[in-house]
């Protein structure tokens, strides 16, 4: 698979990703603002039938972190998405109208760190006992939060 | 709709943070509608890992499950030797190899064993067991432990396979191999297994695809996905040896598929035997000073399927972040898709057949419904009725019956 | 010795609650059924209720939502019970001891009458720590 055609003509497509870079061996990481996600995920998705990985969410400096990271299995490579929400307001559209099995890790970032999925179909408590405090988020960075 | 009743499975389940406690709906027998809840078993060791330096994750990520105690330490070092781009000795590669190879032979064996007893057979249970053992001494042989095997470390292994070692596994696997190759026959040969398996918990490649789901229950499905081939690591691509799949996507497929991956696997740790002969013994780790910061992504193919792991590094001695995935995470929702519309005696081993590390079901409790008080059954009713099914499908092919029904858990 | 004691002599019935563990000493305590240990020759076996049970075997940590779960049990389970604590993540919490959502080790949650340490414990060590209970509890 050549890459750097693969890069071009992605960003062709989509004008508007802020960065694509190799961060390892087979491994790309695309940088793109909250409003061109569903429009990735289903072209990467439905479109090249790439398989759903995984989110991962982070607490960083600039915000809340959020990777969503797919494989397309016929190369080997693991394609990611990183956007970044602001930390005053965490909130992003749900991707379970493109991506089922979603569902599980969207509800379990609302539980750690607080990101809010708009128009989730079970946004339930994921993982915490039922007496767990409203307002606690482990993930979330200490020092910040007593700032608040 | 006549009355509803629930049927509860669960609520625990051992892998990191996918305990769960599944209720399904049914209506008379046929199950309309599930539904879980997770949670009893977060440990919360993605943030344990942040706070260990990256040698010790090792020992804390060997214990997110019991059964994949080197799959997910193998996908961590995938990701964290990615970081500064380490090249380990060829020697550690197939040490690594093995050790998670022989984990694929005892975590099949178990599975091979469970499915067994779900269905009634408890003579394959123990059968299956009785083989495993020998496989977990060379385990402690070879590691020093039963499980938790504590040989990874970054840049290479902590332990080598000596000659010595290496001679007794190999009288290990053959004695392995003819037992696997017995059982094989033992139930690819039965025509209750047939009768029992074949058509139910149906997935097809477009649910597999929606779910993301991964390992022996996608391959059973047709789809043709294996990391150790797509995305090669460790020593899988000096190994000559195929991915194993089937079209029909039931659970005797996923049970055809998980009996020829033993096979394979035990050929597999033959020729990293032989080809270790080659390599300088001792010759097994290089050092690493320090891991730069950067994002690390590594993965794995476990027994059960693709272990994910993500690790961000700032350039201190332990992760910013480190996200993990273990296969059953998107293996465990396809559930929906195989149970609704089957019946409760199914989808005892509708959600055993991907593996989700059943042996926790001799966990399940009776659970009370306190504000509809509705009927609940308890786990070993449910194993019952599952049992009961085979047995009358044996009595309609006239066969003798061996169950032993007051066995239970 | 009384009758309670009696009890406890032959044939013990065992119930086995994960309440947040990694699989390993699960996987070893069902070992023990298997033939190579096979607990079943001393009537010890397995059961689906804690209602019928003589002896609970908790694993794995208590996490915060497992934790009423666990009471709930020990409340169901007919007395006296003998709750061994397998493994060392009931004793102390082990490697999660630092973790958010730990409940605090199992004797701070309820009543425990042995502790058999490793991670996990060979089967071997699960029936010596039995046997070695049983016995300390003939000699009171």
């Not at chain 3, 009384?2 to 070992?31: M, P, Q, R, T, Y």
Request: aromatic residues 10%; hydrophobic residues 40%.
């Amino acid at each position: 698979m050549n890459i750097e055609k693969y890069i071009e003509e992605f960003k062709e497509k989509f004008p508007d990703i802020i960065k694509a870079e190799v961060v390892n061996k087979k491994r790309l990481m695309v940088y793109i603002p909250k409003s061109l996600l569903k429009d990735i995920t289903d072209y990467w998705f439905t479109g090249l039938q790439y398989r759903y990985i995984i989110v991962s969410a982070m607490d960083s400096k600039d915000g809340f972190e959020l990777i969503y990271h797919f494989s397309d299995d016929r190369t080997g490579w693991v394609m990611s998405l990183n956007l970044m929400l602001s930390h005053d307001n965490p909130e992003i559209e749900s991707m379970t109208s493109i991506v089922y099995g979603i569902e599980w890790i969207e509800r379990e970032i609302m539980d750690i760190l607080g990101v809010k999925f708009i128009d989730h179909p079970k946004p339930n408590r994921f993982l915490f006992a039922e007496d767990w405090p409203e307002n606690e988020y482990p993930y979330r960075r200490k020092i910040r939060q007593e700032d608040r | 709709m006549g009355k509803k009743t629930i049927v509860p499975i669960g609520p625990y389940h051992p892998l990191l943070e996918e305990p769960e406690f599944f209720k399904l709906y049914c209506d008379g027998e046929t199950v309309v509608d599930m539904e879980w809840e997770t949670g009893y078993n977060h440990r919360g060791i993605e943030k344990i890992c942040e706070s260990k330096t990256f040698e010790q994750v090792f020992y804390v990520v060997e214990r997110i499950c019991g059964i994949c105690s080197t799959s997910h330490p193998f996908a961590y070092a995938n990701a964290v030797e990615s970081i500064p781009g380490v090249d380990i000795p060829v020697r550690a590669k197939l040490v690594r190899s093995i050790v998670g190879e022989l984990e694929r032979v005892h975590s099949h064996l178990l599975w091979v064993g469970l499915a067994g007893h779900f269905l009634g057979y408890n003579t394959v249970f123990m059968w299956a067991w009785k083989y495993r053992e020998p496989v977990l001494d060379m385990f402690e042989i070879i590691t020093g432990n039963r499980n938790n095997y504590a040989m990874f470390t970054i840049g290479g292994v902590r332990r080598d396979v000596d000659a010595d070692k290496a001679a007794k596994l190999l009288q290990v696997l053959d004695d392995v191999k003819k037992k696997t190759n017995m059982l094989i026959g033992a139930v690819m040969d039965d025509p209750v297994f047939h009768a029992r398996l074949k058509g139910v918990g149906v997935l097809t490649p477009k649910d597999i695809h929606d779910f993301g789901a991964v390992g022996p229950t996608a391959r059973a499905s047709g789809v043709d996905i294996d990391i150790r081939r797509d995305d090669p690591y460790a020593a899988y691509e000096m190994l000559n040896w195929k991915v194993i799949t089937a079209k029909e996507g039931d659970i005797f497929a996923k049970a055809e598929v998980r009996l020829l991956e033993l096979l394979e696997s035990i050929s597999m740790i033959q020729q990293c035997l032989e080809l270790l002969k080659k390599e300088k013994e001792g010759d097994i780790k290089v050092k690493v000073k320090d891991i730069p910061p950067g994002i690390g992504i590594g993965h794995a193919e476990a027994p059960r399927g693709e272990v994910f792991h993500f690790v961000k590094s700032d350039g201190s001695n332990s992760p910013v972040r480190h996200k993990i995935r273990a296969p059953s995470y998107t293996n465990i929702p396809t559930f929906r898709k195989s149970c609704i519309g089957g019946t409760i005696s199914d989808a005892a081993i509708a959600t055993a057949a991907v593996d989700p590390c059943y042996c926790c079901t001799e966990r399940m409790t009776q659970v009370y419904d306190y504000n509809t008080r509705k009927r609940i059954l308890n786990a070993a009713e449910l194993i019952k009725l599952s049992q009961k099914k085979t047995q009358d499908i044996r009595d309609k092919l006239n066969l003798s019956s061996s169950t032993d029904q007051t066995w239970k858990v | 010795m009384g009758f309670k004691d009696f009890c406890f002599k032959k044939s013990l019935w065992v119930f086995h609650l994960s309440a947040g563990s990694c699989n390993n000493c699960d996987i070893e305590i069902l070992d023990l059924l298997t033939p190579r240990y096979d607990i079943e020759r001393f009537g010890m076996k397995l059961i689906g209720s804690v209602r019928h049970a003589d002896v609970l075997l908790v694993t794995g940590i208590v996490t915060n939502k497992t934790k009423p779960r666990v009471l709930e049990i020990y409340e169901q389970a007919p007395k006296p019970i003998v709750v061994i604590a397998i493994g060392a993540c009931p004793c102390t919490g082990g490697i999660f001891a630092s973790s958010y959502n730990f409940a605090g080790p199992l004797d701070k949650v309820i009543p425990v009458n042995a502790y058999i340490p490793g991670c996990p414990p060979k089967p071997e060590a699960m029936l010596s720590g039995v046997v070695t209970l049983l016995k300390a509890m003939g000699k009171k």
